[in-house]
């Protein structure tokens, strides 16, 4: 890779914290702070960004050939970006700005000096791979002209900035080339860690960022304005009903503690279930509570199970956002007949019956699209689609 000077018009800018979502799969919710990404690691922890960095800049270089690029030294962009085969053929194609990272690990500051470095030399989309706390980063760096777009890694993503996918932020970014689409000022968001860890949720807005409009861009993560809705009781008897004998995993939110409640399941302070993370019912009745993404495939790998599962309010999500304890492995066994989506009757209509996935790969992606049950209660179903 090669650094160069002056600006280079009509080049995407790439940010990458290549610790963006070492947390996930292990339960620890975030990779904020050096403790926590070191605690990560040894529990086995692997961030998300660097292949989720491959993924948009292979898919980018399709759409738009001979593509170049700006972004930073070693981690913070170069090293993706020469993962993927296409780099081999045009080298020339990536440009390395900025200065290189000066300690062992990264940290927030050298994603905002390359922001704003990527800025200053002119990259017409700034597209940094990560979760709310990157996004937060790369806006301290930028002016609030300036377009930016994430590419979701994180386990964090309340952030209305992220595209739905890595492929979705390449088409993005190829239009932004082409001259093509709009923009609009969209909120970041960020979440105490802290306090999620300790079983609250709080968010804060730090400010808003120039993203393009598009159909396939997030929206912001919003939190119902009153109590769960469901009809808790009708949907555990559903899902008694029709998986007896199966272990079942359930997932994170309020919703799905509630369901988890009828199974006897509770958590801290009188909840059903780990609220933030995965419980598990074995076959025989017993529980594990929170489980990691290495606990769950122990349990769970060369068996029949099923996975229950609530969207993200606002959102859409069903897997992708929040539970990235479903591993690879797990989605890949996982039977889509066997994931159990349950939602609010208001928060499904809120949703247009529209649901949303961004799973480890594209191939399962494919696997759950399509039109999908919803269950509202007991012989409630809805037909939402995936998508």
Same mark, same amino acid.
């Given at each position: +890779?090669?650094?160069?000077?002056?600006?280079?018009?009509? @080049?995407?800018?790439?940010?990458? !914290?290549?610790?963006?979502?070492?947390? &996930?799969?292990?339960?620890?919710?975030?990779?904020?702070?050096?403790?926590?990404?070191?605690?990560?690691?040894?529990?086995?922890?692997?961030?998300?960004?660097?292949?989720?960095?491959?993924?948009?800049?292979?898919?980018?270089?399709?759409?738009?050939?001979?593509?170049?690029?700006?972004?930073?030294?070693?981690?913070? &962009?170069? *090293?993706?970006?020469?993962?993927?085969?296409?780099?081999?053929?045009?080298?020339?194609?990536?440009?390395?700005?900025?200065?290189?990272?000066?300690?062992?690990?990264?940290?927030?500051?050298?994603?905002?000096?390359? =922001?704003?470095?990527?800025?200053?030399?002119?990259?017409?989309?700034?597209?940094?791979?990560?979760?709310?706390?990157?996004?937060?980063?790369?806006?301290?760096?930028?002016?609030? *002209?300036?377009?930016?777009?994430?590419?979701?890694?994180?386990?964090? +993503?309340?952030?209305?900035?992220?595209?739905?996918?890595?492929?979705?932020?390449?088409?993005?970014? @190829? %239009? #932004?080339?082409?001259?093509?689409?709009?923009?609009?000022?969209?909120?970041?968001?960020?979440?105490?860690?802290? =306090?999620?860890?300790?079983?609250?949720?709080?968010?804060?807005?730090?400010?808003? +960022?120039?993203?393009?409009?598009?159909?396939?861009? /997030?929206?912001?993560?919003?939190?119902?304005?009153?109590?769960?809705?469901?009809?808790?009781?009708?949907?555990?008897?559903?899902?008694?009903?029709?998986?007896?004998?199966?272990?079942?995993?359930? &997932?994170?939110?309020?919703?799905?503690?509630?369901? @988890?409640?009828?199974? &006897?399941?509770?958590?801290?302070?009188?909840?059903?279930?780990?609220?933030?993370?995965?419980?598990?019912?074995?076959?025989?009745?017993?529980?594990?509570?929170?489980?990691?993404?290495?606990?769950?495939?122990?349990?769970?790998?060369?068996?029949?199970?099923?996975? #229950?599962?609530?969207?993200?309010?606002? /959102?859409?999500?069903?897997?992708?956002?929040?539970?990235?304890?479903?591993?690879?492995?797990?989605?890949?066994?996982?039977?889509?007949?066997?994931?159990?989506?349950?939602?609010?009757?208001?928060?499904?209509?809120?949703?247009?019956?529209?649901?949303?996935?961004?799973?480890?790969?594209?191939?399962? !992606? %494919?696997?759950?699209?399509?039109?999908?049950?919803?269950?509202?209660?007991?012989?409630?179903?809805?037909?939402?689609?995936?998508?």
């Amino acid at each position: +890779m090669s650094g160069e000077s002056g600006t280079v018009p009509a @080049a995407v800018g790439l940010v990458v !914290n290549p610790f963006a979502g070492i947390g &996930g799969e292990v339960g620890l919710g975030g990779s904020d702070g050096a403790d926590v990404r070191v605690e990560a690691a040894r529990r086995g922890g692997r961030p998300r960004a660097p292949e989720r960095a491959v993924r948009f800049v292979r898919e980018l270089r399709r759409l738009v050939p001979g593509v170049r690029i700006l972004t930073g030294a070693g981690p913070l &962009g170069e *090293d993706a970006a020469a993962l993927d085969p296409g780099s081999a053929s045009d080298p020339g194609r990536v440009a390395v700005v900025g200065r290189a990272p000066t300690a062992a690990t990264t940290t927030g500051a050298d994603t905002t000096a390359l =922001a704003a470095a990527l800025a200053e030399r002119g990259a017409a989309v700034i597209v940094f791979v990560g979760g709310d706390g990157t996004a937060r980063d790369v806006l301290a760096g930028v002016t609030p *002209d300036r377009l930016c777009l994430g590419v979701p890694a994180g386990v964090k +993503m309340h952030s209305g900035v992220f595209a739905v996918t890595p492929e979705d932020a390449a088409q993005q970014a @190829a %239009d #932004v080339l082409a001259g093509r689409g709009r923009t609009a000022l969209r909120d970041v968001v960020d979440l105490d860690e802290a =306090a999620r860890r300790a079983g609250v949720l709080s968010t804060s807005v730090y400010g808003t +960022m120039r993203v393009p409009d598009h159909e396939r861009l /997030q929206r912001g993560k919003r939190s119902p304005a009153h109590g769960s809705g469901i009809d808790a009781d009708g949907v555990a008897a559903e899902v008694r009903s029709r998986f007896p004998g199966l272990p079942i995993a359930f &997932g994170p939110g309020t919703t799905v503690a509630r369901i @988890a409640e009828r199974f &006897g399941i509770g958590g801290a302070g009188g909840t059903g279930g780990a609220l933030l993370g995965f419980d598990v019912l074995d076959a025989d009745g017993g529980v594990h509570h929170d489980a990691s993404g290495a606990v769950l495939e122990q349990l769970l790998l060369g068996r029949e199970f099923a996975v #229950v599962l609530s969207p993200v309010g606002g /959102q859409g999500f069903v897997i992708g956002r929040g539970n990235h304890q479903l591993t690879e492995r797990l989605l890949a066994e996982l039977d889509p007949d066997n994931l159990v989506i349950v939602a609010e009757p208001a928060k499904l209509g809120e949703l247009g019956g529209r649901l949303r996935i961004d799973a480890p790969t594209a191939a399962l !992606n %494919d696997r759950f699209r399509g039109p999908r049950r919803v269950l509202l209660g007991r012989g409630d179903i809805a037909v939402a689609a995936v998508e």
